[in-house]
């Protein structure tokens, strides 16, 4: 059976919706409710790797299990400088199947998904849909990927508009929103069980992944040991530098800038703000591995305390 017409297109629409567009990680089991003409269809290989089921000439799906920080994350230094993902060729043969399949996928310019673990238990996935393979470099053994809305997708300029200042700048920019702000976002808010840092709040749709160091600084990494779980009050509160988290060996103590602590207002300055002033986190991943950075606590946390002298100054 040849890879039935539409299939694809359905998944990836099914995946988005399952998803509520990407905002959600999802686990195999709720993935593996995807129904083909009223029948479970696969859509994640049983492991790492990549998915080419019975008959289908092109990829289906790729998935890259989840490592925790200190172990590499294939995705993270993989973006070339025309920020385009890299992703290698299974072994060093060319024609070995897997990579066969995902010539074709090239070739045929058809929609692959990508499920990145996320960690959990059991596992949970970031399904970044569609991309595309948009060029091999054979001589490093990979293939350029691009995470691109279909109707974006135009090979042509691919072949020859690398140089291309405007397009280089729009691929980076979708690789950032598509790939690595989804990806940072569930794989902080998994670690953190869902919690706000500051105050326990726990409704995701009430949570952020915040960057402890912003990301327009070098050291604001994408990456778990610059993010925690905070909701959008504290979050904003963190950004705007009127909380401020006092690195400590065991759990960071938050620290209410002093113009807040004397003002008098309602329940949220008291209760949301005020009240948690000298308190330690409440909330922290159970992996250490996975807790903030301390070099980036101590960044932000003199950033803090710079905003503090200004004001009272
Ligand atoms: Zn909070």
Redesign the pocket.
Known sequence: MAEPEGLRHAAIAWLEQRTFDRQIPLSRDEIADFEWNGQPFRLIPSQQGIWKPRGFEATLSIVTTYRSPGQKRPYEDEVGTDGLIRYKWRGDDPHHPENVGLRRAMQLRKPIIWFIGIGGKPPEYQVVAPVYLVREEPEQQQFVMAPLAEEDFAVEEFDEGFAVPALKRYLMRETKVRLHQPVFRSTVLMAYENH??????AHPELLDAAHIVDDSHEMGTPTIGNGMA??K???AAFDRRFLGLRPTLERPIVEIRQDLLDEVDGPMLRH?LQDLHGKPLMMLPKARANRPDHDKLVWAYDRFRTATAADVA
């Open positions: 706000c840092a500051v105050c326990n709040l905070l909701c009050i504290h979050h949301g």
